[in-house]
């Protein structure tokens, strides 16, 4: 598996106008056809450059904490549990890979005034002289502070906590999030407490940074050296608040039940399946005693811990390793996987006895699979990150309609530039990122995306992601 970062570099600030996917465009050069470019497929000609369309997005921005984030989560906050209006403010935490081990930390931070419009899905027709007339409101962040998405830019407030050697991957507990799991390189599980640091960027007002260029030294509430290898597979249950399974590159899995808000019963004895490193481990979202790993060794394992320290069920899941699993927490008998070599399937679970549990395969990504994670809104929707620098967006549960698209044409009055052999399933193509490491979908606030990769985190929220919000169709029927 592609883990580490190439030559971490600390990031630096960069104006507005020069950020990938913020650039402002003009009206005043010659007109040249678009067309959607296809990474390790198309080459960029002598002259040509990439371009964002900004109508894709209601809502696109760029950030950075200094040194680039292996690993982040996105924190469950009290700002409501269903938000749709812009400005957005956002709670993450996220883990350092430095140059040096000693520069290393976890950052928490909060960002808050986080703008945008919600687009319309088909453009507005176009006028007699082939002009759009929705040209001047669609490409500029000025025109989304008009509309209501919020004045100004994104403000960035960060608290930092030193952590010994680069973070791998961290975790936050769902049911008391600012309680936080943190695989580090050197070989240790730490439990950490950020809530003092999390009331601090709830009570700050607008300052551009909080504490940014401090880096406080607290100690964990638990270091555990039990583990023989460093490792980069942790979860937290989503059903019992405080267990967690850590992983580790020597095939070991460890179980952790909590003893008290603060204290943990670890398991010395660990749970032994796999024949090579443990690389994602997933809690069941309805049964609290089951887990799912995924391993070099290219199988997916379930695993109950009432029945002992091997797994239940052990499937051959892809030809190479499996670096990543998602459990669908909508639909509990999807689980999805992400491979070495580019691939990601879906199973449903309640097909291991009949022997072939795979539901959907794709192969559109030719390099590994980074990330991956089921919409916390859409039962049928996921999101996969890649090393070949692209973030998708699918939709299982669609087909090619030929009807439709030649529908849409018709409204567009203009040819669509999108190449026939995509699959149909592909909703949304997010590049602009180098060396994608990891996403996660925002449970509070539907279609937002966060991502992170070596030159920093995106936050994005396509304008083609639709969801069936509580109340919006069922109180129409």
Not at 18 to 27: A, D, N, P, T
Not at 52 to 76: E, K, M, Q, T
Not at 198 to 224: M, Y
Not at 297 to 304: E, V
């Amino acid at each position: 598996m592609v883990r580490s970062l190439k030559n971490p570099k600390k990031a630096k600030r960069k104006n507005k106008g020069s950020k990938k996917g913020e650039g402002s465009s003009s009206s005043s050069g010659p007109s040249v056809e678009a067309k959607v470019w296809q990474p390790g497929v198309d080459k960029l000609e002598e002259g040509e450059e990439l371009q964002c369309d900004p109508s894709a997005y209601n809502s696109l921005h760029a950030f950075h904490i200094g040194w680039p984030c292996l690993s982040f989560d996105v924190l469950r906050d009290s700002l409501g549990l269903v938000r749709t209006e812009f400005p957005h403010t956002v709670y993450c935490v996220a883990g350092t890979q430095a140059e040096k081990a000693s520069w290393n930390s976890i950052g928490i931070f909060k960002i808050l005034n986080i703008s945008g419009k919600r687009r319309e899905l088909v453009p507005n027709k176009a006028n007699g002289d082939g002009s759009d007339m929705d040209s001047e409101s669609s490409d500029s962040d000025e025109d989304d502070e008009e509309h209501g998405g919020g004045a100004g830019s994104p403000i960035l407030q960060l608290r930092k906590v030193f952590h010994e050697g680069g973070v791998n991957r961290i975790r936050a507990m769902r049911q008391n999030p600012h309680i936080c799991a943190s695989w580090a390189d050197t070989g240790h599980v730490q439990v950490w407490d950020f809530s003092s640091h999390l009331n601090a960027l709830v009570e700050s007002d607008r300052e551009a940074v909080h504490g940014g260029s401090t880096v406080f030294n607290q100690a964990p509430l638990v270091k555990f050296s039990g583990h023989k290898d460093e490792g980069y597979a942790i979860d937290w249950s989503p059903l019992v608040a405080g267990r967690l399974v850590s992983g580790d590159c020597k095939n070991c899995i460890h179980l952790w039940e909590p003893a008290s808000d603060s204290t943990w019963n670890i398991d010395p004895n660990p749970f032994v399946g796999h024949t090579a490193s443990v690389e994602d481990l997933q809690w069941s979202p309805t049964e609290p005693f089951v887990f799912a790993s995924c391993s070099v060794d290219g199988n997916i394992a379930i695993w109950d811990i009432r029945l002992g320290k091997s797994p239940a069920v052990s499937i051959k899941a892809h030809k190479a390793d499996v670096n990543v699993i998602t459990w669908n927490s909508l639909a509990s008998c999807m689980l999805a996987s992400g491979s070495d070599d580019g691939s990601f399937s879906i199973r449903d679970l309640r097909l291991l006895k009949e022997g072939d549990s795979v539901v959907a395969h794709f192969d559109y990504h030719k390099h590994p699979i980074t990330s991956i994670e089921w919409s916390p809104h859409e039962a049928s929707t996921l999101a996969v990150s890649s090393s070949d620098n692209q973030l998708t967006i699918w939709d299982l549960s669609l087909e090619r309609d030929e009807e439709e698209e030649a529908e849409f044409k018709a409204q567009t009055k203009e040819q669509v530039n999108a190449p026939t052999d995509l699959p149909p399933q592909l909703l949304f193509v997010h590049q602009g990122q180098k060396d994608l490491k990891e996403l996660h979908w925002h449970s509070q606030i539907p279609g937002m995306l966060i991502s992170t990769a070596a030159d920093g985190f995106n936050i994005l929220m396509p304008s083609n992601i639709e969801t069936a919000l509580p109340g919006n169709d069922a109180s129409a029927m």
